[in-house]
């Protein structure tokens, strides 16, 4: 758990988690001045799902970063594989189950999904420099 918590997952999860709360209530606004109240809870279920799988993607980067190479990328194409049958059932959920526009969903869905993807890659651009300073001797920084 050490080195979990020297690359800060916690710290990359509420800046993901913060950035959704700042920018909800306008995203869910514009939902629903473009398709009333329904377009606004499918925008905003859409969001909260994109947030939520990012947060577990920083916390699986982070499990996986001081591991050998072979784990951590086992982790990283396991995660985007979880993400897609998570995102795909999402959808197929949405239309079976509910009345929700899929696309205000599917909006939601992507718009969110790019802003948290912009916050884990900073996230890994600062952690990298925790992968050289000894975490694992098996993964060196620099080629």
């Given at each position: 758990?050490?080195?979990?918590?020297?690359?800060?997952p916690?710290?990359t999860?509420?800046?993901l988690?913060?950035?959704?709360?700042?920018t909800?209530?306008?995203?869910?606004?514009a939902?629903h001045?473009?398709g009333?109240?329904k377009?606004?809870a499918?925008?905003?279920?859409?969001a909260?799902l994109?947030?939520l799988?990012a947060?577990?993607?920083?916390y699986?980067?982070?499990w996986?970063?001081p591991?050998p190479?072979n784990?951590f990328?086992?982790?990283?194409?396991g995660?985007i594989?979880?993400?897609?049958?998570l995102?795909c059932?999402?959808?197929?959920?949405?239309?079976?189950?509910?009345?929700?526009?899929p696309a205000?969903f599917?909006a939601?869905?992507?718009?969110?999904?790019?802003?948290c993807?912009v916050?884990?890659?900073?996230?890994?651009h600062?952690w990298r420099g925790?992968a050289?300073t000894g975490?694992?001797p098996e993964?060196?920084?620099?080629p």
């Amino acid at each position: 758990m050490a080195e979990i918590r020297s690359l800060r997952p916690g710290r990359t999860a509420l800046a993901l988690l913060g950035t959704a709360a700042a920018t909800a209530p306008l995203a869910v606004l514009a939902a629903h001045a473009w398709g009333g109240p329904k377009a606004a809870a499918g925008a905003g279920l859409g969001a909260a799902l994109a947030t939520l799988s990012a947060v577990g993607g920083v916390y699986l980067t982070a499990w996986a970063m001081p591991r050998p190479q072979n784990v951590f990328f086992g982790a990283l194409v396991g995660g985007i594989l979880a993400r897609m049958v998570l995102f795909c059932g999402a959808v197929a959920l949405l239309v079976t189950a509910t009345d929700l526009p899929p696309a205000a969903f599917i909006a939601g869905l992507f718009v969110y999904y790019g802003i948290c993807q912009v916050l884990e890659i900073r996230a890994l651009h600062r952690w990298r420099g925790a992968a050289g300073t000894g975490l694992n001797p098996e993964r060196p920084s620099k080629p």
